[in-house]
Structure formats: structure tokens, C-alpha cells
């Protein structure tokens, strides 16, 4: 593989086309740990970032490693300037633009929260667990974290010490007014649960529309550990499918179920989303698309070190 742990593509480097140097491979192939090998016997010692990649099973640091980057690289003399570091580490924290299924950004109709705002807050809170708030909107659980949806200001708000504060986060923001304008009862979780195929709104999901999960396969395909460590840091419950799944709960009784599929010789690995049938009454097809797609985007984001 030309690509090394560390990112560079040794394919498009000169030394690597007259036969000069050969790429290291990432971390879990067999040219990494020849190249720890040589590097040791020539140097009497080995690179600090190929070594750790090959320690910790992780194909490419970029991709693959949540510590990314790391004092391996910000000491270390290569392969990356300390301004391309900062701007890794300064973007990483940022969410990814708010587009909709047509690639058009998200955009909030103000009559979204003049109609929650006139749902009772009890019955709400009664049928979707979510716990009722001093300033007159509610508190639910967003996967690992509380969200506060103050009615009195129209925001969403995150708590950071102790202080709820704004959130920018236009896709959640959507989602969970329509959820919350939406439900007018509960179902029990587990009880039929589908795929894209058996909704009602099925053929939405064809073509341009399709739920964008290649990301995720793309990162866990060959990682199982990574995908069970991701999932249960986003409070994912285990399920008995596929090679490894997960239930993601973005609302407490809105489930998502998120499934692996191990590659072999005659399949790449691939990941798919299960649904409760019962999804349809809170959601239309294109806000099922968006709700998986953010969901996606913290699984993909990963455990934050």
C-alpha cells in the first residue's frame, strides 16, 4: 500500500520511483513491520509514529487515531510543519456544514418552534423521556450528551460546566423539532425493526438519496475494535447482528441500529442502518436521511481524547 501510517503517499514521491526508498505501508501491513525491522537494524532504532501505528493496529494515523496529532508528530522533525498540525487540530473540533439531502443548506422555519411551542411540555416529556426544564422547554438525550430545546429563546443548548450555552448545530436543530412537533405516542423498541427497503417512502432512498454511509465503511470496514470503541462512546448498546452492531439512540426511544459487515475475499465491508418501523410517525424520509446522516458523523467523529 503506498500510503503510509503517517499519510504521506509515497506513490507520487521520486525516491519511491527510482527504487531509492520503498513506502512503510500502513500500520497493519507486513511493509511496516519490514520497515521497523530495517530501520532498526540500519539506525538502531525505528520511527516513532510507525512504530506507535503498528503498536496500536492502526492502519493510517490521519484516519484511523482518535489522538491525531500527537506528540509524535509535533516533535518529531516529519512529516508534517507545526501549521499544518494546528490546522488538524483546529478543524477537527469543527462540525461539518449543515446541508440537506439536495446539498442545500439547512434552514430552520420559525414556524417549527411557534408550534412546539405550543405542545404540552408534560405529555411530551411522558412520551419521549425527555425531562422538563425551568425556562420552559425540555432536556433530552442526544446519544452521550444532554441537549437543552429552549423554547424561550429558539436554540438548542449544550451544558459546558454547569452553563447551558448556544449550540450552532442546524441538522440536530431540525431534526428535533420535527421529532418533538411529530410524535403523538410511543411504540416499544425492538419489536419490528426494518430496513430503508421495507419504509414506506423506500424508493426516496435510491440513487442521489442514498444514506451516506461509505464514510463509516470506509474508516471500520477493517476495524472492528475502532467501531465497537466508537459506538460505546456514544453510549451504543450491543445487538447479535452482523459481524459487529450497535444501538445508537440519538432520541431515547428513537433507536438506530448501526451494523457491520466483515469483508472477505468476494465482499468489501459495508455498513447499513436498521430503523423501528415506528420511525415513519416522527419522521419523513428526507429528515430520516438527515437524522441518520448525523448520527453517522459523531460515529465517524469518534471517542475525543
Given at each position: 500500500?503506498?500510503?503510509?501510517?503517517?499519510?504521506?503517499?509515497?506513490?507520487?514521491?521520486?525516491?519511491?520511483?527510482?527504487?531509492?526508498?520503498s513506502s512503510c505501508g500502513s500500520g497493519k501491513s507486513p511493509e511496516a513491520?519490514?520497515?521497523?525491522?530495517?530501520?532498526?537494524?540500519?539506525?538502531?532504532?525505528?520511527?516513532?509514529?510507525?512504530?506507535?501505528?503498528?503498536?496500536?493496529?492502526?492502519?493510517?494515523?490521519?484516519?484511523?487515531?482518535?489522538?491525531?496529532?500527537?506528540?509524535?508528530?509535533?516533535?518529531?522533525?516529519?512529516?508534517?510543519?507545526?501549521?499544518?498540525?494546528?490546522?488538524?487540530?483546529?478543524?477537527?473540533?469543527?462540525?461539518?456544514?449543515?446541508?440537506?439531502?439536495?446539498?442545500?443548506?439547512?434552514?430552520?422555519?420559525?414556524?417549527?418552534?411557534?408550534?412546539?411551542?405550543?405542545?404540552?411540555?408534560?405529555?411530551?416529556?411522558?412520551?419521549?423521556?425527555?425531562?422538563?426544564?425551568?425556562?420552559?422547554?425540555?432536556?433530552?438525550?442526544?446519544?452521550?450528551?444532554?441537549?437543552?430545546?429552549?423554547?424561550?429563546?429558539?436554540?438548542?443548548?449544550?451544558?459546558?460546566?454547569?452553563?447551558?450555552?448556544?449550540?450552532?448545530?442546524?441538522?440536530?436543530?431540525?431534526?428535533?423539532?420535527?421529532?418533538?412537533?411529530?410524535?403523538?405516542?410511543?411504540?416499544?423498541?425492538?419489536?419490528?425493526?426494518?430496513?430503508?427497503?421495507?419504509?414506506?417512502?423506500?424508493?426516496?432512498?435510491?440513487?442521489?438519496?442514498?444514506?451516506?454511509?461509505?464514510?463509516?465503511?470506509?474508516?471500520?470496514?477493517?476495524?472492528?475494535?475502532?467501531?465497537?470503541?466508537?459506538?460505546?462512546?456514544?453510549?451504543?448498546?450491543?445487538?447479535?447482528?452482523?459481524?459487529?452492531?450497535?444501538?445508537?439512540?440519538?432520541?431515547?426511544?428513537?433507536?438506530?441500529?448501526?451494523?457491520?459487515?466483515?469483508?472477505?475475499?468476494?465482499?468489501?465491508?459495508?455498513?447499513?442502518?436498521?430503523?423501528?418501523?415506528?420511525?415513519?410517525?416522527?419522521?419523513?424520509?428526507?429528515?430520516?436521511?438527515?437524522?441518520?446522516?448525523?448520527?453517522?458523523?459523531?460515529?465517524?467523529?469518534?471517542?475525543?481524547?
Open positions: 500500500m503506498p500510503t503510509s501510517a503517517c499519510g504521506i503517499n509515497c506513490d507520487i514521491c521520486k525516491l519511491n520511483l527510482m527504487g531509492i526508498c513491520r519490514k520497515k521497523l525491522e530495517a530501520q532498526n537494524r540500519i539506525f538502531g532504532n525505528t520511527c516513532a509514529i510507525l512504530s506507535c501505528a503498528c503498536m496500536n493496529n492502526l492502519s493510517h494515523c490521519l484516519r484511523d487515531c482518535n489522538m491525531f496529532p500527537c506528540d509524535n508528530f509535533r516533535l518529531g522533525p516529519y512529516p508534517f510543519s507545526p501549521g499544518f498540525l494546528s490546522m488538524q487540530e483546529r478543524r477537527r473540533k469543527q462540525t461539518p456544514p449543515a446541508l440537506t439531502h439536495n446539498s442545500t443548506p439547512v434552514a430552520i422555519p420559525a414556524e417549527y418552534w411557534e408550534s412546539l411551542e405550543k405542545r404540552d411540555m408534560q405529555m411530551l416529556c411522558n412520551f419521549t423521556l425527555a425531562n422538563p426544564h425551568p425556562s420552559g422547554g425540555l432536556v433530552f438525550r442526544f446519544l452521550r450528551e444532554d441537549i437543552l430545546v429552549d423554547t424561550s429563546e429558539r436554540c438548542l443548548k449544550r451544558l459546558k460546566e454547569g452553563i447551558w450555552e448556544k449550540t450552532e448545530d442546524p441538522l440536530l436543530e431540525l431534526i428535533t423539532l420535527l421529532y418533538f412537533n411529530n410524535i403523538k405516542s410511543f411504540h416499544p423498541i425492538g419489536k419490528d425493526i426494518v430496513g430503508t427497503s421495507d419504509l414506506k417512502e423506500a424508493h426516496f432512498f435510491r440513487g442521489p438519496h442514498t444514506l451516506k454511509l461509505s464514510p463509516l465503511s470506509e474508516r471500520y470496514g477493517n476495524d472492528l475494535n475502532g467501531f465497537k470503541d466508537a459506538a460505546e462512546y456514544l453510549g451504543g448498546k450491543a445487538v447479535d447482528m452482523a459481524s459487529s452492531g450497535y444501538m445508537l439512540l440519538p432520541f431515547p426511544r428513537v433507536p438506530l441500529y448501526y451494523l457491520l459487515w466483515k469483508g472477505d475475499d468476494e465482499f468489501k465491508p459495508r455498513i447499513s442502518v436498521l430503523f423501528e418501523r415506528s420511525v415513519e410517525e416522527y419522521f419523513e424520509a428526507d429528515a430520516i436521511w438527515g437524522l441518520v446522516t448525523r448520527v453517522s458523523f459523531a460515529l465517524l467523529k469518534g471517542p475525543e481524547c
